[in-house]
């Protein structure tokens, strides 16, 4: 009984290690419309030196940046401003909760893309 319950114990431990590594990367879906002046945000915690990639497109220009927090500051380290579409790759210079985040200017915007 000794010799069948070790190895069972040790597959049934390693089996969240092995989720882990097989477990595909989330892919996150925007499909969102905006009033003027609202945002909308999709957040995710990234390891260092992790990429997403992301491309979106709208129907109108809106800002857009990745932004995260520390204490009441915010830090953006990507951003483009009054644009209909970005695509591009982020990644992480330091372990972080990141947000994506579209704010509608003057008129409502439809908002469509995906990080990945």
Known sequence: MKTLLLPLIAALWALPTLA???APSK??????KLEPGKVHEACMKLAKGQSKRFEWTSDKPVDFNVHYH?????????????RKSAKARFTADHPDDYC??????KDPATISGRIK
């Open 100 to 105: 994506w985040m579209w704010t509608a200017l």
């Open 20 to 22: 882990q590594e097989k």
């Open 70 to 82: 520390k204490g009441d500051a915010a830090y953006y380290p990507f951003k483009a401003n009054s």
């Open 27 to 32: 892919e996150v879906v925007v499909e969102v």
